[in-house]
């Protein structure tokens, strides 16, 4: 029962570089984020998906795109990555969530040099 | 959605019982009240939720004023383990979204 699983766990890329994030969950979830959260800073949601096809801004969107083709697994993209970017990026996912918890992965430490 | 405010940290003595508050005045009838945590270098974790009558699990406490505004999550015996940093957030419709927390810190 692996839960929310991010891959990978650490990256280091060069600016301008491209690269995608993958996070993958295995209990059939509708909802689906992703959030970056910079040093000693809370998260900040990024986009989000509630199903399958479908994607949102979030209140970070800017640099970043996403897909969800499928429902177990929502990709972040980062087309020319900037030393901004720097940060840890959280993924989680969940049913519709006002009365249901969310589930977290363990996150990717993305450094842009 | 409603904005939550919570102190930026507190201190607790292990043992011992821990309050932590959350005001969100701008909660609407339909709106969850939900509480995470994120311990040193993890994801954070789910602890508690609630609508509007008080929730106990394992982990805390959710006690939820009758108006709603404000909400305060109580860890009954604090322990070095529970030195985390706390987050509430209101749910409206499909979007989580987290302020900035409080970080409570725990000394023996």
């Known amino acids: 029962n692996a839960g929310v699983t991010q891959t990978p766990k650490f990256r280091v890329l060069k600016t301008g570089q491209s690269m995608t994030l993958l996070c993958a969950q295995d209990?059939?979830?509708?909802?689906m984020y992703w959030y970056r959260q910079d040093p000693g800073m809370g998260l900040r949601l990024i986009h989000y998906?509630?199903?399958?096809?479908?994607?949102a801004k979030g209140e970070v969107p800017d640099g970043y795109n996403v897909s969800r083709l499928k429902k177990q697994n929502f990709l972040l993209g980062l087309e020319s990555a900037a030393p901004s970017q720097t940060s840890v990026y959280f993924c989680?996912?969940?049913?519709?969530?006002?009365?249901?918890?969310?589930?977290f992965g363990q996150g990717t430490r993305l450094t842009v040099v | 959605d409603a904005k939550t405010t919570q102190p930026n940290s507190m201190e607790s003595n292990e043992e011992e019982p821990v309050h932590l508050p959350c005001n969100h005045s701008?909660?609407?009838?339909?709106?969850?009240i939900h509480w995470y945590r994120q311990l040193p270098s993890q994801g954070p974790e789910y602890v508690i939720h609630?609508?509007?009558s008080n929730v106990n699990n394992r982990m805390a406490s959710l006690a939820i004023a009758e108006d709603r505004k404000s909400s305060t999550l109580i860890l009954h015996r604090a322990t070095l383990r529970d030195a985390a940093v706390y987050y509430c957030?209101?749910?409206?419709?499909?979007?989580?979204?987290f302020g900035t927390g409080t970080r409570l810190q725990v000394t023996l």
């Open positions: 989680a996912s969940s049913y519709p969530p006002r009365g249901r918890r969310a589930f």
């Open positions: 209990m059939n979830h509708e909802y």
């Open positions: 998906s509630v199903g399958e096809g479908t994607t």
């Open positions: 701008t909660i609407s009838g339909t709106d969850y």
């Open positions: 609630g609508l509007t």
């Open positions: 957030t209101v749910i409206a419709a499909s979007k989580l979204t």
